[in-house]
């Protein structure tokens, strides 16, 4: 696939350069180099980094296991051509009964409410977070998830793609890469952290250029309340659009275009039976959901960023449709929402499908490499190519000697 719409591209481009090259964008067909980088993506490449991520356990903030991962992370990231940096805070947890109540299960009981709104329907069952160590049945995960958290320094990795006639302006990429529950987070949230690393890794190539920047961030902490994001934006909102030195071009803080998160997606096998279990099988109508939060400040501009997706869905993703929803909640996309437009792209509503149990692996010793079958991997995948392609023609990608835009 990849190899195919390469080679075509590059022979009808030498081709009608050596014959006549003036009359290329009459003559031949034009290529559209969003469709080249898609292809660019890779199934088996996807599932290799989900599994190089899971070789830290579950990655829970303020471990080694969740610093090495940074680490291993940011090699990836620069051996793609991709520059890094980090951002540094300071995280001390809030004494444990303000900790409960922050993330505790809105929804439940009385309430028809699911978090950030929405009804919740059908059957639901149980959600939670695994904390016992000897609910891991493998002895070597259980013992490399031993490391308990301790509070102090964080850190998170970023690489930057830096746009060519607006690197003023950016698009923020995200995905979480702490976990917990005592599993590998393969799912929550390595399959987010998967394909951001994925879409740095196309859109680093020596032939892409892209004329506004782009911004891959794997944020730390979120599970226990996105202090990584809040961290990133509190360091840097003031920064945005200031060229730093002044007459150098360079810009340290590109003003923020939109916000786009990736958390959990590959599980969409429906909603709980009535005796509580779940289909072993991805259901055939398994969507990829892109969600807003209605009731936020940019509202109407992350209505707008989620349908670019959308459409961006149906032009390029091989294998399963999308959706948009009005509920996005509980992600790093969260703290951005009343500042820039922000979407979280996921396997479900987070809300009422997630909140309603419908992903048996959430925060529990289950949410390792070897659950997922090659359908699972393949909707974080097409999540991958909605991504790609909507940032491809959001920040006006195009490949050097292959094509034409327009
Ligand atoms: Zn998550």
């Known amino acids: 696939m990849r190899f195919t719409i390469a080679t075509v591209a590059i022979g009808i481009a030498g081709l009608t350069i050596g014959v006549a090259a003036p009359a290329f964008a009459q003559s031949a067909p034009p290529v559209d180099p969003v469709q080249v980088l898609v292809g660019r993506l890779d199934f088996e490449k996807y599932k290799a980094t989900v599994k190089g991520l899971t070789q830290f356990g579950d990655r829970r903030q303020g471990t080694d296991r969740n610093r090495a991962a940074n680490d291993w992370i940011e090699a990836q990231l620069k051996s793609y051509g991709c520059p890094t940096d980090r951002i540094k805070y300071d995280y001390q947890p809030n004494p444990p009964a303000a900790a409960g109540g922050a993330r505790g299960g809105g929804?439940?009981?009385?309430?028809?409410?699911?978090?950030?709104?929405?009804?919740?329907?059908?059957?639901?069952?149980?959600?939670?977070?695994?904390?016992?160590?000897?609910?891991?049945?493998?002895?070597?995960?259980?013992?490399?998830?031993?490391?308990?958290?301790?509070?102090?320094?964080?850190?998170?990795?970023?690489?930057?793609?830096?746009?060519?006639?607006?690197?003023?302006?950016?698009?923020?990429?995200?995905?979480?890469?702490?976990?917990?529950?005592?599993?590998?987070?393969?799912?929550?949230d390595g399959s987010g952290t998967a394909l951001v690393m994925e879409l740095a890794r196309v859109f680093s190539q020596p032939d892409v250029q892209?004329?506004?920047?782009?911004?891959?961030?794997?944020?730390?902490?979120?599970?226990?309340?996105?202090?990584?994001?809040?961290?990133?934006?509190?360091?840097?909102?003031?920064?945005?659009?200031?060229?730093?030195?002044?007459?150098?071009?360079?810009?340290?803080?590109?003003?923020?275009?939109?916000?786009?998160?990736?958390d959990m997606m590959m599980f969409d096998h429906g909603m709980p039976r009535a005796d509580g279990t779940i289909s072993p099988e991805q259901r055939p109508e398994a969507d990829v959901n892109i969600e807003f939060q209605v009731s936020s400040k940019m509202a109407a501009e992350s209505q707008k960023l989620a349908w670019v997706l959308e459409v961006a869905n149906e032009k390029y993703a091989t294998d399963y449709p999308a959706s948009v929803g009005s509920h996005m909640t509980n992600t790093d996309s969260g703290p951005f929402m009343d500042i820039i437009p922000a979407v979280s792209v996921r396997e479900n509503e987070r809300g009422v499908h997630i909140g309603s149990g419908w992903d048996p692996q959430w925060h529990q010793p289950t949410d390792v490499f070897a659950t997922y079958s090659d359908k699972d991997f393949r909707l974080g995948l097409n999540a991958a190519q909605t991504t790609l392609g909507a940032v491809g023609g959001l920040t006006g990608a195009t490949l050097k000697g292959v094509g034409v835009r327009d």
């Open 210 to 262: 892209t004329e506004r920047t782009i911004r891959f961030a794997l944020w730390n902490n979120e599970e226990t309340g996105t202090q990584g994001a809040r961290a990133y934006i509190a360091q840097r909102q003031d920064q945005q659009g200031k060229e730093n030195p002044a007459g150098s071009g360079k810009y340290p803080e590109p003003k923020w275009l939109g916000m786009i998160q990736h």
């Open 107 to 188: 929804g439940r009981g009385a309430s028809p409410t699911a978090q950030g709104g929405g009804r919740p329907r059908g059957i639901r069952t149980p959600t939670g977070v695994n904390t016992d160590p000897m609910k891991q049945p493998d002895e070597k995960l259980r013992a490399l998830n031993m490391q308990p958290t301790t509070p102090g320094p964080r850190e998170l990795v970023y690489c930057t793609k830096v746009g060519t006639t607006h690197p003023e302006e950016m698009y923020i990429v995200g995905a979480h890469m702490d976990g917990h529950g005592w599993g590998e987070a393969a799912n929550d």
